[in-house]
């Protein structure tokens, strides 16, 4: 092992969650390796510096079966730079770091561990942008280095069954660009965890034993999609036409189920208020609903869970300055505050708000009360948990924690907040939330992540296709159950959601553990699910499919549950091939089913690749074996295919029948 010390300072500038960032390094060295000494349950690892009194121990141990590195030496006085390197194998594949979205196989990159609002469209290129927009090049993309991540996690997986998990919150970067080695830098003294296995089912379920296993979504979850609609009709401006008082969200409930969608939940953002800005249609960040939007909801929601539909909502860790809550959080101090001592105000879009110090014990609890009042008593099923990314670096806490180390850990501790509200309710298993926000401790807390919020367009960095990829280095970091919004969010420029898009997109996601739609931050430019009858039949035929596997999701997410085993999952997790290791528009769910989703803007075929093994093709019953193989794909027959040997496949087959 190589080991470089330094000191260095620290320069980010955060704008709407998009951090730049900017070091300078001093008095940089190479250390030099002097002794191994054996002690008590492993091995000392001493180095030496330039000077000869200079003594750097490193403690290497087993436990559990597990290899831990760690720096025991004392805190050299400015020392706060460590960089170690390995060497590796040059051919193998390197999976996972959390969320990754134009990469898969990670072997020639740098990636930085920070939480930030992923591919904030301030970061980029107009040129770039312009050419998504008029889709003259869907393919064009950001260098690796220009992206950030809402999940960012020290952790990776090596296609030579072994995982590194490095036990670090202060910002590091993991350094893949040299073939020969591995370099890890951090700006805390380094912990690192590794172990191997003989698959990847193994090595998951050794990295979930470590970083946390999620619990069973509630049953209800399987019978239906969740449709985002919301109670205010549209006047092709994005600006507020008047409320009906629930009236929009009983016409779409009936008009879906007169159709024939089976549908199971309502997902209602605007629950709390609306405000219409620059950017959308956005909510108003008020915990508690709003009685003229939605008068007598809780009511409301009883009405529609007798008729088999769940309320799901939306909270996040801002309050609006304009409201109520904020006032009573601004009397009582329970707000993030900045260097004068005045709430911290962000910018988040175009507008500020405040955000609450889950420092404070008092605060964290208040907030949670919110949850548990707010949302769990007037009986929602689930709710989207947002954000997380954005603490600042300058903030001054309540505890006195620095907010540079604490910043990754805020997705983590927001999402325990949600957590804790629903267990103390007694609703684990019946109400859930999903997060987009993560590093380390959100495996442990957090009951579903989804992919955050793509663009509404066939981009191969941020739209449709950018789902596959992050959900597979989720599920490599050790999350395994995601899930994406059916038609993607973000609406910029002249970017719209056209039908196609949203019928591909819901294709895909019928072969996920949840089937979710948004309606987007612009919602009368872009295409919902109701809109004409060729929609509604659609949505027809994805929520048979997503409800016919029911039994066969219930038992992948039951193999997460006990051993890690992610439900959507990479080619190579069961195939030994160097094909398999490079995929990243196709995955596997569970063992036994194949999806390569169509993610071209006008495609009616798509190549697959199919591992070495006999696969029935699930719409036309055409059997293949291994190989590249040219499928054709009209609208409503996506490529997916049924491994033959498959103790379901009778099951699996017959979910299209009758379609």
């Given amino acids: 092992m190589e080991v470089a010390i330094a000191s260095g300072e620290n320069q980010f500038t955060m704008s709407r969650g998009s951090f730049k960032y900017k070091q300078k390094i001093h008095n940089k060295q190479t250390l030099t390796q002097k002794s ?349 948990a947002d954000f997380g990314e954005y603490l600042p670096i300058d903030a001054v806490l309540y505890s006195g924690e620095d907010p540079k180390v604490l910043h990754n850990q805020w997705p983590a501790i927001w999402a325990k907040l949600n957590r804790e509200a629903i267990e103390e309710c007694g609703k684990l298993g019946e109400v859930f939330f999903f997060t987009r926000a993560g590093h380390t401790e959100t495996i442990k807390y957090s009951t579903l992540m989804w992919t955050g919020d793509q663009h509404v367009d066939w981009s191969v960095d941020d739209g449709l296709a950018s789902v596959i990829p992050a959900t597979l280095s989720l599920a490599m970091s050790g999350y395994g159950i995601t899930h994406s919004d059916v038609g993607g969010y973000t609406t910029i420029m002249h970017m719209t959601r056209s039908k196609e898009l949203l019928m591909r997109w819901a294709e895909m996601n019928a072969f996920s553990p949840v089937f979710r739609s948004h309606e987007g931050n612009q919602p009368s430019r872009d295409v919902q699910f109701d809109d004409d009858a060729e929609l509604l039949a659609h949505m027809k035929l994805c929520t048979k499919l997503y409800t016919g596997l029911r039994p066969y999701l219930k038992k992948v997410v039951q193999q997460t549950i006990d051993a890690g085993t992610p439900v959507m999952r990479p080619l190579f997790y069961h195939y030994d091939e160097e094909a398999a290791y490079i995929e990243k528009t196709e995955y596997l769910l569970g063992r036994d089913v194949l999806v390569a989703p169509v993610y071209v803007e006008g495609a009616t075929a798509r190549e697959c690749y199919l591992p070495d093994d006999t696969w029935v093709h699930l719409f036309t019953g055409k059997e293949y074996k291994g190989g590249k193989v040219s499928v054709e794909a009209p609208m409503g027959q996506p490529p997916v295919f049924i491994r033959k040997d498959s103790e379901d496949f009778d099951m699996l087959r017959g979910i299209v029948e009758d379609k």
């Avoid at 980029?124 to 992206?147: A, D, N, V, W």
């Avoid at 990295?207 to 092709?236: C, H, K, N």
């Avoid at 159709?259 to 199971?264: D, E, F, L, M, Y």
């Fill in 36 to 384: 191994v000494e054996k002690v008590e349950g492993g091995y000392l690892l001493v180095y030496g510096g330039k000077s000869a009194n200079e003594r750097y121990v490193f403690k290497v141990e087993e436990k559990e079966g597990r290899l831990r590195l760690s720096y025991e030496g004392e805190n050299k006085p400015g020392v706060n730079r460590y960089w170690l390197s390995f060497k590796t194998n040059p051919k193998e594949h390197i999976y996972g770091c959390g969320e990754t979205y134009s990469e898969f196989d990670l072997k020639g990159q740098n990636v930085r561990i920070w939480v930030a609002e992923h591919q904030n469209t301030s970061r980029i290129s107009t040129k770039i942008i312009k050419e998504k927009l008029f889709g003259k090049h869907p393919e064009k993309r950001l260098p690796f280095e220009k992206y950030e991540s809402y999940y960012a996690q020290p952790t990776f997986v090596s296609s030579d069954k072994y995982y590194v998990h490095c036990d670090i919150n202060a910002y590091s970067e993991f350094d893949f660009t040299d073939l020969e080695k591995i370099t890890l830098y951090f700006q805390e003294p380094p912990v690192v965890i590794t172990e191997s296995g003989d698959s990847f089912t193994q090595i998951s379920e050794k990295l979930s034993s470590l970083l946390g296993r999620p619990v069973a979504l509630p049953e209800w979850v399987y019978e239906g999609g969740i449709f985002a609609m919301q109670d205010w009709t549209f006047d092709g401006k994005n600006t507020k036409e008047g409320f009906d008082g629930c009236g929009n969200i009983d016409r779409k409930i009936a008009k879906a189920k007169e159709a024939g969608v089976k549908i199971n939940g309502v997902w209602c953002q605007d629950w709390c208020g609306c405000r219409c800005t620059q950017f959308g249609y956005q909510v108003m960040w008020n915990w508690q609903y709003d009685e003229k939007q939605y008068p007598n909801l809780p009511e409301k929601i009883k009405e529609w869970d007798a008729q088999g539909v769940k309320f799901l909502g939306y909270i996040n860790p801002f309050i609006a300055l304009e409201k109520n809550i904020y006032q009573e959080a601004k009397e009582k101090g329970y707000c993030v505050k900045d260097s004068e001592g005045k709430d911290y105000l962000v910018t988040i879009t175009t507008f500020p708000a405040a955000m609450v110090d889950f420092t404070n014990p008092e605060a964290y609890e208040w907030y949670k009360n919110l949850i548990k009042e707010n949302m769990i008593g007037i009986g929602m099923g689930g709710w989207m």
